[in-house]
């Protein structure tokens, strides 16, 4: 039977109506992700995989973060180790303001530094004789046993496999290798591990980790032992501590170290506990900024802020030469009172209520020429009267000349119940002899300590040297609304701050204040001994413009070109929780990633 047609009272949509759909623009070279349950993003594309797979299994921020985190010393073993630094800071609905674990070991309690100075005149030698107590083992641990929900063996399940099975070797892994395979070549169990065929590993070649996959295996087993004992969850976790600072890892650490002749031992490594304290904040633009403690660089996040508080940027433009520059006067303010006063608070007296002032702000802009650049690093101020007490005078260091080594990885996340992580860890296994049979090098932070008594952060037994890894929170009307941070030595807390006024100044999405061109101040001092200095020195990325870098120049700036998504100017990963859900994003400048779900 034929089939016939009748027209009815339907509207019909004629072909003359079809319209072609919006174009989509890519504005950015990375995705920036939205989801509902968690995000992630880690300078390294399969930690932030390895985060994922754990907050997919029900974990939560905290416990993805931690299992990138650790991924990250298997992965970026040129920026991190599991033997290192990893400051960690966290915040969980209920939480009046984010909690940061400090992550950082102590000098050795049986060296001074009138004795070191006599051994090694002004030099600080590479490798054992920076070490410190490592920190970051009992940093992600004790971030866990707080503030997650999985079991220990659950969370480093990713970074195992990734030991025992490998990953591919990428460019900046075989590059960073091959820049130090002579050094390598010097130790026995770092040639064996770095340069398994006598030579450094090629791009594509698989990178396997045993050592370090057996200690991560020790602690999770030590985790099973006390749980099939009846021991709580938190208990569990702290056996496994236990079994890194006061058992067989810590007696095999100092054993290496003795045999190598210098000082770290096991009273050292049993003593130390992780400090657990309020991060500071500043509020600036209707948000409060937390960062970590004087014991990093962190407060210069908030000396700038309250700076650059005092301009109307968003008038001025995010590219323009006249913020850029306003943006270096206020981190060499900054960074002068970093100098100044920014120590282990347990062993100088930091006058933080004072630094963080707004009055102090006002006096410190007013040192500020909006058409000239201040050629050297302006003196530090004096925040003691904000406080109603007298003080000593901030140090004012010497422009010296050197190296900075290139350092650190970035992991952060959220999630829907409102739980947030960030974490900046580092320690590069290059830098200091892998310990034998363990896979992980002794933490050498040291090398942040400085060899001048007068300066806060000079070398004294037990204290903490003062850290340029600095995570930070954004948080508004008592809810974390953004984790965030970077690696990159003292370009970190210029990345941050650059980011912030591109994204609440500016009116930039993330992802965009992220990508936006960056500058990075080189006038005052590497953390990093022999703390370079080059006064009124400057890397500022091409892409600003001819016309913006000129300008800089003119007004006395030593403006460095760099090409595009340089890693000279750090390199941000960033989550955020608000109307649009879960939000994730990823500098280019380095190898990041971040996924949502």
């Known amino acids: 039977m034929p089939i016939s047609f009748r027209p009815d009272d339907r509207p019909r949509i004629s072909s ?266 500043v509020r600036y633009r209707g948000a409060d900024v937390h960062f970590c403690g004087p014991w990093t660089q962190g407060p210069m996040i908030g000396l700038a802020l309250n700076i650059l508080e005092g301009y109307d940027l968003a008038a001025m433009g995010g590219g323009s030469a006249d913020f850029h520059h306003l943006f270096c006067e206020a981190i060499k303010l900054a960074a002068a009172d970093r100098e100044g006063f920014l120590g282990d608070p347990r062993h100088v007296d930091v006058p933080m209520r004072g630094l963080l002032d707004k009055a102090y702000a006002d006096e410190r802009r007013r040192l500020i020429r909006l058409d000239r650049a201040n050629p050297g690093l302006p003196p530090p101020g004096a925040p003691w009267r904000h406080e109603g007490r007298a003080g000593r005078e901030g140090y004012v260091p010497a422009p010296a000349g050197g190296v900075a080594p290139p350092d650190t990885s970035y992991v952060c996340a959220m999630d829907a119940e409102g739980n947030a992580f960030s974490a900046t860890p580092s320690d590069h296994a290059m830098g200091s002899p892998l310990v034998p049979g363990l896979g992980i090098v002794v933490s050498h932070r040291g090398a942040q300590l400085w060899l001048d008594p007068a300066h806060p952060s000079a070398m004294a037994p037990g204290k903490r040297p003062r850290l340029t890894p600095n995570p930070a929170m954004l948080v508004r009307d008592g809810r974390a609304e953004m984790a965030f941070g970077s690696p990159g030595e003292d370009a970190q807390t210029q990345a941050m701050v650059q980011m912030l006024c591109q994204h609440l100044d500016f009116g930039l999405d993330l992802q965009s204040a992220i990508e936006a061109p960056r500058v990075a101040s080189q006038g005052f001092p590497s953390s990093f001994h022999p703390h370079v200095f080059r006064p009124g020195a400057m890397l500022a990325e091409e892409t600003l413009g001819a016309a913006a870098l000129e300008e800089l120049s003119r007004r006395g700036h030593r403006v460095q070109a760099i090409p595009r998504f340089s890693y000279g100017v750090g390199a941000l990963c960033a989550v955020q929780s608000g109307a649009e859900g879960l939000l994730g994003a990823a500098d280019p400048r380095r190898d990041c990633l971040a996924l949502a779900w």
């Open 16 to 281: 003359a109506d079809e319209r072609r759909p919006p174009a989509i623009v890519a504005r950015h070279t990375r995705p920036a992700v939205r989801g509902l349950r968690c995000v992630i993003s880690s300078t390294h594309d399969l930690a932030t995989l390895a985060g994922q797979r754990v907050a997919v299994r029900g974990g939560n921020a905290i416990d993805a973060g931690v299992a990138a985190g650790i991924a990250l010393a298997v992965l970026e073993p040129h920026m991190c180790n599991f033997g290192g630094v990893a400051p960690i800071m966290v915040m969980r609905p209920g939480m009046a303001a984010p909690e940061t674990v400090d992550g950082v070991g102590t000098w050795p309690a049986d060296i001074a530094l009138d004795d070191y100075r006599q051994w090694f005149g002004g030099d600080m030698p590479i490798g054992l004789e920076r070490s410190v107590v490592p920190g970051a083992p009992a940093s992600w641990l004790t971030a866990l046993a707080r503030h997650g929900r999985l079991t220990l063996a659950e969370v480093l399940e990713p970074a195992m496999e990734l030991c025992v099975d490998g990953f591919a070797v990428y460019p900046g892994l075989a590059s960073f290798v091959h820049h130090f395979a002579e050094r390598l070549r010097g130790w026995p169990a770092s040639a064996a591990q770095w340069l398994p065929q006598g030579g450094p590993p090629r791009v594509g070649q698989r990178m396997v980790q045993p050592d370090l996959g057996r200690l991560l295996g020790t602690l999770a087993d030590a985790e099973r032992a006390a749980l099939a004992t009846g021991a709580s969850r938190e208990d569990a976790i702290q056996a496994a501590i236990d079994a890194f600072y006061r058992g067989e890892v810590a007696e095999r650490i100092a054993a290496f170290v003795a045999e190598q002749g210098w000082h770290l031992t096991r009273a050292d490594l049993a003593g130390w506990r992780p400090t657990i304290e309020t991060a500071p904040s």
